[in-house]
T-cell receptor
Framework: GAVVSQHPSWVICKSGTSVKIECRSLDFQATTMFWYRQFPKQSLMLMATSNEGSKATYEQGVEKDKFLINHASLTLSTLTVTSAHPEDSSFYIC????????????FGPGTRLTVL | KQEVTQIPAALSVPEGENLVLNCSFTDSAIYNLQWFRQDPGKGLTSLLLIQSSQREQTSGRLNASLDKSSGRSTLYIAASQPGDSATYLCAVPTGAGGTSYGKLTFGQGTILTVHP
């Protein structure tokens, strides 16, 4: 149980295009989902907190207009990287917190984004 | 602002050795501490979660200890195997009082290589 999926697992796009990444909790309802990014050989940095039915909360320094987050249901959150540029190339990981166990979170397998 | 540091950054050991990974955090008012494993290009797998009221947690060959007052945690791996090769990350809840569920601050990780 407690599986989180991400789609796609990897994507290559041209500079200027937008890319949507999905995060799904497959067997539980997630009150909250989190989006992290990880640069090569670096740790995870929290980008934003996503709550179902409300606006996402972004961490300082993260552009909300560039990284659009939509938490459409208790099992799905999407991250859209708008007008992607090479510096947006990174590993994006989501995590989800079950409704019943607020201090536990489960991580997705990550999405590798490469912007040419 | 919470900061998490892991030492060493990298570790290479022969199979069978017992080893210790270190994690330190600046704000001792944490709710819990987690150790994760990350394989190259993959998401995170939770290994152990230690609540603030606990001193240690064990799972198989893994033992994690927590000393809140000194801001330290150690992950002990017994009888290491090549399959243990991965990056090990520790993380604590972010925010005042360390109770922001799900918002985690990660250390930079220890890259472990166990060679046959």
């Amino acid at each position: 149980g407690a599986v989180v999926s991400q789609h796609p697992s990897w994507v290559i796009c041209k500079s200027g295009t937008s890319v949507k990444i999905e995060c799904r909790s497959l067997d539980f309802q997630a009150t909250t989902m989190f989006w992290y990014r990880q640069f090569p050989k670096q740790s995870l940095m929290l980008m934003a907190t996503s709550n179902e039915g409300s606006k996402a909360t972004y961490e300082q320094g993260v552009e909300k207009d560039k990284f659009l987050i939509n938490h459409a249901s208790l099992t799905l959150s999407t991250l859209t990287v708008t007008s992607a540029h090479p510096e947006d190339s990174s590993f994006y990981i989501c995590s989800a917190t079950p409704f019943e166990v607020a201090d536990t979170q489960y991580f997705g397998p990550g999405t590798r984004l490469t912007v040419l | 602002k919470q900061e998490v540091t892991q030492i060493p950054a990298a570790l290479s050991v022969p199979e069978g050795e017992n080893l210790v990974l270190n994690c330190s955090f600046t704000d001792s008012a944490i709710y819990n501490l987690q150790w994760f494993r990350q394989d190259p290009g993959k998401g995170l797998t939770s290994l152990l979660l230690i609540q603030s009221s606990q001193r240690e947690q064990t799972s198989g060959r893994l033992n994690a200890s927590l000393d809140k007052s000194s801001g330290r945690s150690t992950l002990y791996i017994a009888a290491s195997q090549p399959g243990d090769s991965a990056t090990y990350l520790c993380a604590v809840p972010t925010g005042a009082g360390g109770t922001s569920y799900g918002k985690l601050t990660f250390g930079q990780g220890t890259i472990l290589t166990v060679h046959p």
